[in-house]
């Protein structure tokens, strides 16, 4: 059984930072990309952030410059460092993996439980 985890949501002000962790667990292979989306109530979830196995990286325009993805392989995690927060990233913040595990190996996508990000203005 495979879980991915966040955490470091909450509530900040406009301008300020947060960094949202997510950790892959279970009988893991490989983790592939990972990647952070978000979603505004009543939207469909969009891409925020991804990063490959190797590093590479990829953001939504609205959040490059801000925002930076990173992770930690030996440790299954990634990272997103979001700086000079604004009104309108507040969003449920989710991490998404794609992970090699179980007997037999599959490769399939997980998701997380979600994370709440809120920043006043």
């Known amino acids: 059984q495979v879980q991915l985890v966040e955490s470091g949501g909450g509530l900040v002000q406009a301008g300020g930072s947060l960094r949202l962790s997510c950790t892959a667990s279970g009988n893991i292979f490989v983790v592939n990309a990972m990647r952070w989306y978000r979603q505004y109530p009543g939207k469909q979830r969009e891409s925020v952030a991804s990063?490959?196995?190797?590093?590479?990286?990829n953001y939504a325009n609205s959040v490059k410059g801000r925002f930076t993805i990173s992770r930690d392989n030996a440790k299954n995690a990634i990272y997103l460092q979001m700086n000079s927060l604004k009104p309108e990233d507040t969003a449920m913040y989710y991490c998404?993996?794609?992970?090699?595990?179980?007997?037999?190996?599959?490769?399939?996508?997980?998701w997380g439980q979600g994370t709440q990000v809120t920043v006043s203005s």
């Open positions: 998404n993996a794609d992970i090699y595990a179980g007997e037999p190996l599959r490769d399939s996508s997980y």
């Open positions: 990063i490959t196995h190797g590093g590479e990286t």
